[in-house]
C-alpha cells in the first residue's frame, strides 16, 4: 500500500508517449471523491481532495525513514508532536502557560511534579492511555542512557518516576538540585508511548535499544494522536484524520479536526515552498523565504516586520580556552564592531527586533521583566559602536596597523602579532555565511583582524563539539518552553558542562569559565541552580538582572541578531482560520506542530479554488 | 583456439581490462569518501539536538558500533584511545567486511537515513532517474541527429538557422534554462506545475486521472534536458555527415553513379558510429542522475540521493551509487568498444592486424 | 599560416573572436576603469536598476556591475585553468597511448574509464574538507581539470593513432629517435590545431563546470563567481521576487563566453580540417 516507484516509472515513461496538448492553468486539483478502496484489509484513497487537505512544509527535507518515536529523531509526522504522539502536556509561548493534553492537571511541589492522565484518553487501537504508559515512557531513559528523555536521569534532575494512583505520575526532584523545569520541558517535549507495542518489540530485539531502534515503525504506529500515517514516498508523507480521537470529545465539543488529510510534499530547496505558498499549493510552511512582503498570498504572524516572532539567538562562539580570545576586552571590542543592522536587514530579510545586549529577549512579552535597558546601556557591547570598540581595544593594549584603510595586522600589548582570529560555518549555508561576510567586514574595519572560515558542513559539527576553532557560528535552539529563559543561560554558561578542548560538549561551547581554573565566576553558576528554584517574582528579575549582568560584562558569546524558533508562515487561498497577532487564539506554531496542532479544529476551507 | 578467432580475442582481451578496471574503481570508490577527518556521527548528532553528554556519548557508541567504525574490545564496548577518542577501524578491515559483505548482495544500511538499507533507497530513486531521462536522452539523441544529419545534408539557410542556434542552445549552461522555466511557465504564467513530480492530490497508480497529473509535470523537466540533449547531438551529426560526405568513396561512388539517396544511406550510416557511442556513453551515465534537474523541480532521483550522501559522509549509500554508476558507465564502454570494432571494418582490420 | 589567415576571413570566427575579446577586455580592463566594490553594501537587498547602479544590487546591497566584473574574471580564471590542466593531462596520455599502443595504451585507456567512474563530486568535497584553506578558486579549477580531461585523451588518442601509421614517423623511428623526440616533434606539430580546439572546448567545460558546482552550493569560498551569482539569486529568490538583473546577466555573460568559444572552434575545425570546408 504505500509506495510503487517501479510502477511510477511505468507510468511517467508511459506519460511521454502521452499528448500532451493545451496548456490549462494548472492548481492540484484533487477529484471531490475519495476512498476508491483497494483490496484487503487496508482501503488507501487514491486521490485527495483539496478542500479536505492540508498541505504542510518546513518540516521535512530527505526521504522519509523512520518514524520510531524513540529514535533521536524522525520524520515528519513524528518529528512534529502531538499530531500522532503526544506530550503530557503542551506550551503556550504567548501566554506562558501550560496547557492540558494527555495530562488533563499537574502539580509542581517543592521536591516533586506530578501529572493526572485523563481517563478519556486513548490509544488509537482502542486501548486507554494510563499511568503505566507514562511511566514506562521515562523509566526507558533510565534504562538506555542514548534516549531522549535520559537526560532527566544522566542529568541527575530525578531520582524516580512513580505511579501514585493510575493514573498519577510523580516524578520525585533530586534533593540537591531541586529543578523542575526540565522536568516540565520534558513534559511538553517527550512523546508519550504505548507500553502494550513498544515493550513486546523491546524484548523480541532481545531488550536491546539499537536492536529496537532498528525498527522503522511505519507501520506497527500506535499513537494517541488525531492523525494517522496513511501513506509515505520520496516525494510526499500523507497522514489521515483518525475520526475516533479522544481529544475531539474532551477538548472540541465532539467536532472533527477540519482536514482529512494533512500532507507533507518534500521538497529539495527552501524555494520550493516559497512557490508552492504563492501559488496555493502549499498551506501554510515552517521554511525560512526571504522578503515575506514580495510575497503574494503568503502571510505571517504579524503583516509587518519582524513578520516573525523571534525566540532564538544566533551567535558567535569564541573560544576562550586560548589567547586572544581568553581576552575579555577583546571580546567586547568585536562585540562593539559589529554592523548589527546589515546582518538584521540583509542577511535575515528583517525578521529580527534591532538587537539588545544580553540573552534576555526584550521583546518578548513575558521575558522582557528581566530586562534592564539601563544595564545594557551602561555595561552592554551588542551595539554597533566602532569607537568603542578601538576604546576596548587600546583598553586590552592592541594596536592595529592599517595600510591604505585596509587592516594589516594587530599587535598585543607586548608588540607581538596577533594570530589572524577565524570564524567557521558551514560552507554552503548561504544565510549564515552573508552573516560572517558582514561580520569579518565589520570587525576588519575597526581594527581586529579576523577571516572567515567556511568548512565543509560534516567537519563543522565535529569541531563544534570539541571546540576546535577561534570562533564558531552556532545558534543554540531552545523551542520556547517552560524553562525560557533558564535553558537559554544554561546552555550558554553552563560551568558544569566545561571541558578542556577536544572532549565533546554540547553546551557551553566556547568552554567558558572554567570551574578550577582562575577567574572562575561561581555567582553564575549558583545563579543557574538557584533560578529555578525561586517562586517570588520579585526576586526572580533580580537574579535574571545579575545573571544578564555577568553576561554582558564577560561576553562569552556574542550574540548577532533574533531568529524566529519556527517560521510561521500560511496561505488562505485553500483553508482559512489561521492564528496571527491580531487574532491570537493560538500561538505562531505550524497545524501539527505543538500547541499549533489545535488549529486544526479552527480551519475552514476557503472555496473558491 | 583463440589464434584463429582473432575477434573473440578481441573480445576477452577487453573484457579483462574492464574487469581490472572495475575492481580498481570498486576500491576507490570505496577508499576515498573514508580518506578526510569528517565523522558522519557528528552531524547525526547534531540533527538530534541532543545536548546531553552522557546521552550522546551513548548514541555516538550504538552508531559508530553498528557501521562497523571503530575497534570493538572483547566487552563489547568501543577501544578509545588516550585521549578518549574512539579508535578507527583501518580502512583495509573496513574494506574486508564490506566486500564479504556484498558479495552476499549486502549494500548495507544508510547512515544519514537510518535504518534504511542502502539498496532501498537505490531501488526508490532509480525509477525516477530512469524516466526523467531515458527518454530524453533517446528522444533527443534521435531529433537532434536528424536535425544535425538535414543540416549538413542540406545546407542553405536551414543549416545557417539551426547550427548557430544549436550552438547556442548548449552554450546555455543546462540548468539556466530550468530555472527560467520555473520562473516563467511556472510562476509568472502558470502553465505548468512548477515543481514536484506529479500531483500531489494523486498517488501512482495505472489511472487516467494520474498518468494526466504526471505527465503535466513531467513536461518542463523533460524539456530542461531535452533541449540541451538535441542541441549537443545535432552539432556532432552535422559535423560527422560534412566530413563523410566529403570523403574519397563519396566522390567516387558519384563518380560511378550510384544513386543518391544510396550514397547518403551509406555516409549516414558511417556517421551514426561516433554518435551511437555518444548514446551508448550518455545512457551509461545516465545513473549518476540528472542533479541539478531532480534540485529544480524537486525530483526524486540518484543525483540528489548521491549529493545528499556526499555531503552527509554517508558512506555505505555513496558506495553502493558509484557501485551502480560503475558498473553501468563502464558496461556501456565495453559495449562501444565491442561494437565499433565489430561494426566499423576500418577498425575490424586495425584490431585483426595489430596483434 | 595560409590557413590561419583564412581563418580570419571567416565571419563565424571573427563574431566569435569578437564577443570573446569583448569579455576578456571586460575582465581584464573593468577593474582599471570603473569603480567596482564587491564588499560594501550600497544599498538595499535587490534595488532594481538605476543611473548609479546599471543592475541594480544583490541580496546584500552589493552592486552588481561590480559583482559581474569580478565574477566574469573568476569564472575566466577557472576556465582558463581547468583547461590547461585538462588539455594537458588529455593530451599527453592521449598521444602516448595512442603512439605506443599495446599494453601502455591498455593501462592509460583503463586509467581513463577510472576517471569516467569516480564522480567528480566526491574528490571535490574530500578535498576541500580536507585542505586547510578549503574550497578556494583555484583548487576548483585544479580539481575540474583533473576530472574532465578525459574526452581529450580519447580524442587525442584518436587522433595520435591515426598518426602512428604515417611515413614521417616510421622513418623517425627506423632512424632509432626515442619515443619521447618523436612524440614531441614528429607527432604533436601535426596534433597542434587540433590540441588547442581540445583546449578551447575544455575550457568553455571549465566555465560551464564552474556554474554547475557553484549551483549546487560547493562553489568557491573566496571569490565572487558567475555560478555563484546565480545561486546566490536562487537561494535568495531573486527569480520569483521578479529581480531579473540578478539572474539574467550573469547568466549571459556565461552563454557568451561558451557560444563565443564554440563558435571560434567550429570555424577552428572547418578551416584546419578541409574536409569540413564546403
Known sequence: MVRRPLASALIALACVAVPLLGCRKHKNTGPASTGSSQSGSSSSPTAFARNETLYVGGRQWGEPSNFNPLAGWQDWPVNSMNLIYETLVMYNPVEGKLVPLLAESWDVKGDSVSFTINKAAKWNDGKPVTGEDVKYTFDLGKQFASLLMSPLWTGKYITDVKLTDPQTVTFTLDATKKNALPVLDAAVEIRIVPKHVIEPMMTAAGNNIDEFLKNKMDKELVGSGPYKLLTYSSEKIVTQRDDNYWGNAVFFGGKLAAPKFVTHPIFKSNDHFSVGLQQGNVDTSASFLPRIQEKKNVKAWYDKAPYFVSATIPMLWPNVLQAPLDDVHLRRAMAFSINYTDIRELAVSGYSDPLESGMILPFDKLENKYFSAEDAKQFGASRYDVEAAKAELKTGGYTSVFKDGELVEMKDKSGKKVPTITIKSPTGWTDWESIVKIVVKSMRAAGIDAREKFVDASLFWGDLYTADFDVIMFTPTAPPSPSTPWRRFDVVLSGAEWAPKGEKRYKNLGRFNNPKGPGYIARIDELLNEIPRIKDEAELVKAYRELNLIFMKNQPTLPLVYRADQFYEFTEQAWKGFPTAANPFLPPQMPGDRLGTRILWHLTPAGGK | MLRRHPQLRHILGRAGWYFVTFLVAVTINFMLPRLGDANPVDAMMARAGTTDVTAAREKEEAFLKEFQLVEVGDDGKVVRDKAGKPVRTSLVKQFGSYLAMSLQGDLGTSILQYPKPVSEIISNALPWTLCLQLPTIIFGWIIGNLLGALAAYKRGVFDRLLYPLALLVSAVPAFCFGLLMVYYFGIKWEWFPAVGGYDPGTVPEFSVEFLEGAAYYYVMPFLSIFLVVVGGQAIGMRSMCIYELGTDYVKYAKLLGIKENKILLYTFRNAMLPQLTGLALALGGMVGGALITEIIFSYPGLGMAILTAIQGHDYSVITGCTLLITVSVLAANFTVDILVGLLDPRIRVAQAGSK | ?278
Open chain 3, 1 to 278: 599560416m595560409a590557413l590561419v589567415k583564412g581563418l580570419f576571413k571567416l565571419p563565424a570566427f571573427l563574431l566569435g573572436l569578437f564577443l570573446f575579446a569583448g569579455t576578456l577586455i571586460l575582465a581584464l580592463l573593468g577593474p582599471l576603469v570603473m569603480h567596482l566594490d564587491v564588499k560594501n553594501r550600497v544599498g538595499a537587498p535587490y534595488m532594481a536598476p538605476s543611473g548609479a547602479h546599471w543592475l541594480g544590487t544583490d541580496h546584500l546591497g552589493l552592486d552588481m556591475v561590480s559583482m559581474l566584473v569580478m565574477g566574469l574574471r573568476a569564472s575566466l580564471y577557472v576556465g582558463f585553468l581547468a583547461g590547461l590542466v585538462a588539455t594537458v593531462l588529455g593530451t599527453l596520455i592521449g598521444v602516448y597511448g595512442g603512439y605506443k599502443g599495446g599494453l601502455l595504451d591498455d593501462i592509460l585507456t583503463a586509467g581513463t574509464n577510472l576517471f569516467l567512474v569516480i564522480p567528480s563530486l566526491i574528490v571535490l568535497i574530500l578535498l576541500s574538507s580536507s585542505m586547510d584553506e578549503g574550497r578556494s578558486l583555484t583548487l576548483i579549477a585544479l580539481i575540474l581539470g583533473c576530472t574532465t580531461w578525459t574526452w581529450s585523451a580519447r580524442a587525442v588518442r584518436a587522433q595520435a593513432s591515426s598518426l602512428r601509421a604515417r611515413d614521417h614517423v616510421a622513418l623517425a623511428r627506423i632512424n632509432g629517435f626515442s619515443t619521447f623526440q618523436i612524440v614531441t616533434e614528429q607527432i604533436l606539430p601535426y596534433l597542434l590545431s587540433y590540441v588547442f580546439m581540445v583546449f578551447i572546448l575544455q575550457t568553455a567545460t571549465g566555465i560551464l563546470s564552474e556554474a554547475t558546482i557553484s549551483m549546487l552550493g560547493l562553489g568557491p569560498y573566496d571569490s565572487v563567481s558567475l555560478g555563484k551569482i546565480l545561486n546566490d539569486a536562487k537561494m535568495n529568490e531573486a527569480l520569483t521576487g521578479g529581480a531579473w538583473w540578478a539572474f539574467m546577466p550573469a547568466m549571459f555573460l556565461v552563454t557568451v563566453i561558451v557560444f563565443s568559444l564554440y563558435v571560434i572552434n567550429t570555424a577552428m575545425e572547418g578551416v584546419f580540417n578541409p574536409r569540413l570546408r564546403k
